[in-house]
């Protein structure tokens, strides 16, 4: 089971050695905060989020940079109202000098203005576009990804591999959902594609079946479901007989979420930033150490903390450990680049955001377990895709309605 | 002596920048003043009407997204915030009419379906209201020229408005048309044969009630800087509506206490302990065990007791509530 | 034709498993006048008990369902005596209890079972499908049709034809009355309040090869329940089976035809309703 982390025993413990001695100032511990959700539905993805930094601070004793790190966890809740506190708590109260998190994207909306007056860098999982494009924010990185930045590649993927003709898309209906699906038409349909449908089920919905009945004749079935969502469409799916292969978004077929799928998940393939079965020495270290402590695989919300603590640390190592100057220290963190990430290879582009590889895996079953298996990798996948980045910005956001169903 | 407890704790509030120990606590005061006017809003229809509406945060949220809207579309605060006041007693009207109905549990759920159906429509009309994105103010408003930008000029504006806003629920409901509110909830088939419009009286406490929830709506997009769906989530009106419950309905401290140890558990102890939710669950079945009247009542009759055994020196008789 | 023969058939086996969840409910509030706000954490606790049992224990699926319904019988029998049984008529102590039991069972769902939702295949002879005029079926949804009926007459017997009926029936009626006439009404409400939230946790175990179980699920469900019960009126069985299906016809039609309105397109005809004829669509009483 997990590792159960009281925040203040662990604050606790770090403190206990990171007693700034008065007269070596390098020694002062730096604080890093965590916005995450612990309680109710978002659960499952803030506790993979916790344990995937903790898992990174553990292998490195607690130091980074020279210097001990003081980590504080802070609940949001899942709501606007509680990230912004949660995110004061952690600024204005605790100090941090940089935050991890949070979650969900209208989480980081409530707070990106605040955090950029501020001056406090974040690192966020949240995939809102326009955090990174029409109204970027300079105090924010991603090392995660877009909502589309993987739809992008797999429908190449779908176009050019599968030969699909026709889909119908299926996600939530809300932001997350829209920007998936606009980044997968917009692709799949310049390279001669057509998206048939689109479908946009309520947050709420228990049962998918009228929206798997309108699915009609098409060559697959996109979707992006978020959460536990996708366990409980593919298990509908499969109750309804229904035979098309169905293709999915990095949180529909997130490795950490593989134990609960039943034998209907097998054959989908899915593109996701992080795949379990990278074969790199920090990607090896990360799932051997998380597996120890946790019990269970990670997936892409533990590896992209993990990941987001190798920033940190790179970023401290260019300014050379002092975070006093918060520009000088957002504008390092920018410039990370590094090769060897439980990802691949990173960089950022221009306005903060991860330029990296996409992975297309598909979902197979091995001794007796279902696990996803790299078939392709997209390199240096930007937010923009192939597209020039001007025109791309200067299109609007992809939404509900855009881009627009070609009848 | 009354006089003076509330001396003391208006001195206290008002010297709160003080004492509180940085902004982010005088942030958590403003937060349990925004949501102490809210549940006095409700309490007025909870505690003094006898109905219990679980889609409240429904109101509260029109007025939030009403003055986000406003200022998108470019009108300046003073306008922003009069346009949202007036979206919710309009929204409150349209409630009430549809409410009023029935009573009970007819009043619970129609009030329910009427918050989830604004919920939805937070959602979905993304047109006006950004969908789950959300809405931004780019500042606060600047009345008479003072900033409230920082926490503690924010904390004034509000506990201006707390203190208006609890004053007149105090005259509201110590008047004589508080005291037919109260006739309606009691005694209500009593009332209307006394020739009291029940309806009537029911559907103006409803606007009442709904105005003092817009203005902790606005309230709560100004400190925010920030409205989105979750402002009106069946989960926001369950949330109030137990603070209301939890502290006391029909009194006026009730509402008041309930609000601060539902912000304070959420965002201050959930701080200290990690499963807060279930100690705050735990905390409101051991209020209903122990003081079921909530906790301003079960206090003060415990007090009551406490001082009735003091000066007879014996166990008082059984209190009959 | 086909999307509506889908949507037809989906409406039927909605509306049985609504019809297990809301029943009781109905029973606990047509009784008890409680409005049961612990409903969904009794699902969502019975499902999470019966796959437990299901997957760590390999118990065969109608047992686990069965033993989960006790259990959940048996929390539900607790929280009645100790904790409801002194508020009598305190509805607003009710709702804060009720919501704060609910918010604690479920913490303690996630502390124990964790936030990954877990998902189980329907017990194996009924797993696939059945084909009906050309287009297969999923076998266990048109099971969940049949269990629905065989708990509705069950019920309907219970109460139509048995002592402990006719006293349920007699208390719900006119509790002075039954009183007065020698019924021990605070025991039948026990007793009432088991079989209701046995009920719930039975259908959270039969739900879940569909829905899955995951943290969430009892917010998900509470909802449906509410709706279900005010439309078909509180207290009649005949309204919970009869507005169980119209719910799962609102549900699968609204969805398909009018996707604007899916957030809502369960609560407006509530509201309709209820403005219209307030005791629900076969309730007796004015509420």
Redesign the interface.
């Known amino acids: ?2 590792v ?1 982390l ?3 025993a662990f604050i606790a413990g770090a403190a206990a050695t990171a007693l700034p001695l008065p007269a070596i100032a390098q020694s002062a511990p730096i604080r890093i905060g965590l916005l995450t959700v ?4 978002l ?5 993979q989020m916790e344990e995937g930094i903790l898992t990174f601070l553990k292998e490195k004793n607690n130091v980074l940079a020279g210097r001990k790190v003081d980590f504080i966890s ?2 949001t ?1 899942g ?4 990230a ?3 995110a ?2 952690l600024i ?2 605790d100090k941090v000098d940089v935050i991890l998190g949070p979650l969900a ?2 989480e980081l ?2 707070i990106s ?2 955090i950029e007056q501020q001056k406090t860098p974040l690192l966020s999982l949240a995939a ?1 576009e326009d955090m990174t494009q029409r109204k970027p924010n300079p105090y924010f990185i991603r090392a995660s990804a877009t909502s589309a930045q993987a739809m992008h590649p797999l429908a190449d993927y779908a176009r050019k591999e599968l030969k699909f003709n026709t889909v119908v898309t299926i996600v939530e ?3 997350f959902g829209y920007e998936q699906m606009g980044g997968f038409q917009r692709v799949f349909e310049d390279e001669g594609g057509r998206v048939v449908k689109k ?9 998918y ?3 798997i ?2 699915f009609g004749d098409v060559d697959g079935i996109v979707q992006g479901f978020a ?2 969502n996708p ?2 469409f593919m ?2 799916y499969a ?3 229904m035979k098309k292969p169905v293709i999915g978004g990095e949180t529909a077929g997130d490795d ?2 593989l ?4 034998d209907e998940a097998i054959g989908m393939i899915n593109a996701c930033p992080y795949t379990m079965d990278l074969a790199n020495d920090s990607n090896r270290r990360f799932v051997a150490n998380f597996t120890k402590d946790y019990g ?1 695989i990670p997936g892409f919300y533990a590896a992209g903390l993990y990941i987001n603590g190798m920033v940190v640390e790179a970023g401290l190592q260019k300014v050379g450990g002092t975070t006093g100057d918060k520009e000088a220290f957002v504008k390092a963190l920018r410039s990370v680049s590094l090769t060897d990430t439980p990802r691949g290879p990173l960089h950022f582009d221009d306005h903060g955001n991860v330029v990296g590889n996409i992975y297309i895996r598909r979902i197979e079953k091995k001794d007796g377990k279902l696990v996803n298996r790299t078939i392709k990798t997209y390199e240096k996948v930007s937010q923009f895709w192939t597209y020039d980045e001007k025109w791309f910005l200067a299109q609007p956001v992809y ?2 309605d855009y881009p627009p169903l070609k009848s | 002596m009354k006089r003076a407890a509330q001396g003391l704790a208006l001195l206290a509030l008002a010297t709160v920048p003080l004492w509180a120990g ?4 005088v ?2 005061m403003s ?1 349990v003043l925004i949501s102490a006017i809210f549940a006095a809003a409700l309490d007025v229809l909870v505690g003094y009407a006898g109905l219990i509406s679980l889609g409240h945060a429904g109101l509260f949220g029109v007025a939030a997204y009403g003055a986000a809207i406003a200022l998108g579309a470019g009108i300046g605060h003073f306008g922003a915030i009069a346009i949202a006041l007036v979206a919710a007693l309009v929204v409150t009207a349209i409630f009430a009419v549809l409410a009023l109905r029935t009573t009970g549990i007819g009043f619970i759920m129609i009030t329910l379906a009427l918050g989830q159906i604004l919920w ?1 429509l937070a ?2 009309w ?1 047109d006006l209201t950004n ?4 809405l ?1 103010a ?1 500042s606060r408003p600047a009345p008479f020229g003072l900033s409230l930008a920082s926490a503690d000029s924010f904390y004034f504006a509000t506990l201006i408005l707390f203190c208006i806003a609890i004053a007149a629920i105090a005259i509201f409901t110590r008047s004589p048309f508080g005291a037919s509110l109260r006739g309606t909830r009691d005694q209500p088939r009593r009332m209307t044969a006394l020739g009291y419009d029940v309806w009537a009286i029911r559907f103006f406490a409803c606007l009442f009630s709904g105005f003092w929830s817009g203005v902790a709506g606005i309230l ?1 997009f100004y400190y ?3 409205v ?1 769906p ?2 009106l989530a069946l989960s926001a009106s369950a949330e109030v509506l137990l603070m209301v419950i939890a502290g006391g309905s029909g009194t006026l401290l009730g509402p008041i206490v309930g609000a601060a140890l539902v912000v304070a558990m ?2 201050v102890a ?3 302990i ?1 499963r ?2 279930f100690t705050l669950g735990a905390i409101f079945v051991l209020i209903v065990l122990f003081m079921p009247e909530g906790l301003v009542p079960g206090t003060a009759r415990l007090l009551r007791r406490g001082s009735i055994a003091l000066r007879r020196g014996a166990a008082p008789a059984e209190n009959p509530r | 034709m ?2 509506w023969l ?2 037809s058939v ?1 409406s039927i086996t ?1 509306g049985g498993l609504l019809f297990l969840l809301s029943a009781g409910f109905s029973l606990i509030f047509g009784l008890m006048r409680i409005p049961n706000l612990t409903h969904g954490s009794f699902f969502m606790l019975g499902a999470y008990f019966g796959v437990s049992l299901v997957l760590w224990f390999h118990l065969d699926f109608w047992l686990a369902a069965l033993i989960a319904a006790f259990l959940v019988a048996a929390l539900g029998g607790v929280i009645e005596r100790f904790v409801l049984r002194r508020l009598a008529g305190a509805e607003q102590a009710q709702v804060l209890v009720t919501l704060g039991l609910s918010f604690m069972i ?2 303690l769902c ?1 502390m124990e079972w ?8 329907a017990p194996s002879a009924l797993r696939g ?1 059945t084909p009906f005029f050309g287009i ?3 076998t ?2 048109l099971a969940i049709i049949f269990i629905a009926l065989v708990i509705a007459a069950g019920l309907w017997a219970l109460l139509d034809r048995t002592r402990l009926g006719a006293m349920i029936r007699a208390g719900v009626d006119d509790p002075q009355m039954a009183r007065v006439c020698g019924i021990r009404v605070a025991h039948l409400f026990t007793v009432v309040f088991c079989l209701g939230a046995g009920l719930a946790g039975f259908a959270g175990m039969i739900g879940a ?4 179980v ?3 699920l009892d ?3 509470l909802p ?1 329940a509410l709706v279900v019960v005010i439309l078909g009126g509180t207290g009649s069985l005949l309204g919970s089976l009869l507005g169980s299906f119209v719910i799962g016809f609102l ?3 609204g ?2 035809l009018l ?1 604007e309105l ?2 809502f397109v369960l609560f407006l005809p509530m509201v309709l309703i209820l403005v219209m004829r307030p005791q629900g669509l076969f309730g007796r009483r004015t509420l």
């Open positions: 089971m997990a159960k009281g925040r203040r612990k309680t109710g539905p659960a499952e993805g803030g506790i802070a609940d809740g709501s606007p109202a509680g912004k506190t949660k004061q708590e204005e109260r994207a209208f909306l409530a203005e605040y809102a209906d809300f932001a479908l946009w089920p309520p947050l709420t919905a228990a049962d079946t009228p929206f009945a309108q959460g536990s366990v409980k298990k509908q109750d309804m007989g950490a979420l134990k609960s799928f039943g269970n939404s509900r | 940085g902004s982010f606590y942030n958590i937060q939805g959602y979905r993304i969908g789950d994105n959300g931004s780019a709560f925010n800087q920030f989105s979750h402002a959420k965002n959930s701080a200290y990690e807060w939710n | 086909n999307l889908i949507l989906n909605l479920a913490d996630l964790s936030g990954d939702p877990i998902s189980i295949d499908a297969a079926f999923s266990y949804r090869p569909i829905l899955s995951y943290p969430g917010a998900d469900m449906l549900y699968n039609f969805q398909a996707p899916a957030y």
